[in-house]
């Protein structure tokens, strides 16, 4: 009897990586001690004790569930549970949360860049109350320990509406939400709020000399920076 030959090598077999084990490792507890919406997760301290993990890879994972939207992170209250999903759900979506991140970072480069650009040009002493209205809320935020997440999205959308471009506005309405997941994921990195936020305020400073070039310059090595994110991107060792 010929015995055939296989016309194609079988693939290696993934393995997990790193962020995949932690979220799987969340929601198994989360079931365990049938938590339910609107229950508070344990102190991060103690949760990564049970979890057998640092605190700083927790926090990661926690971030990670965040952008998912399974978890809502308040600070002072901490992780409070919005729902429960399956875990091959949570683990679809994040990967599909990160093979789409490079596409959101180019269309953030073209229409922020251009709006910071055309926010110089046509800002009025309006809009630039609005910009620095929103620095002052994320920088109350920054120093109370918390991501600055609100005074982020203040900030990009006032500078949206300083260039006042209705087009360009509501290009940016539709991928409002998956700037949301960026917006997240960036400044759950240790450090990122405060570099955020100066970053916020060159822009602005740009912007306010009516300097098109120096805004759209700042604008891009702002995006550059927020699109940094090494989140749990790595595989297990």
Known sequence: MTRKTPTQQISRVARPRLYEQLVEQLMDYVESAELGPGDTLPAERDLAERLGVSRATLAQ??????????????HGTGAVLVYRPN?????????EHH?????????????EVKLAELAAE???DEDLQAI???????AAEVASGSKGAHGDELFHRAIT???HSGVLAQLMTFIAGMILETRLES?????????????????ADAVRAKDPAAAAAMMLEHIDLVSDVALLHQDPA
């Open 61 to 74: 994972a926690l971030v990670a569930l965040e952008v998912l939207g399974v978890i809502d992170v308040q």
């Open 87 to 95: 875990v091959p759900s949570v683990l679809r979506g994040l990967r």
């Open 99 to 111: 093979s789409r991140l490079p596409e959101i970072v180019e269309a953030r480069s073209t229409l």
């Open 122 to 124: 046509r800002r009025t």
């Open 132 to 138: 620095d209205e929103a620095l002052d809320v994320m």
């Open 161 to 163: 509406a300083a260039a």
């Open 187 to 203: 400044l759950g990195q240790p450090g990122r709020p405060e570099q955020s936020l100066a970053s916020h305020r060159k822009i």
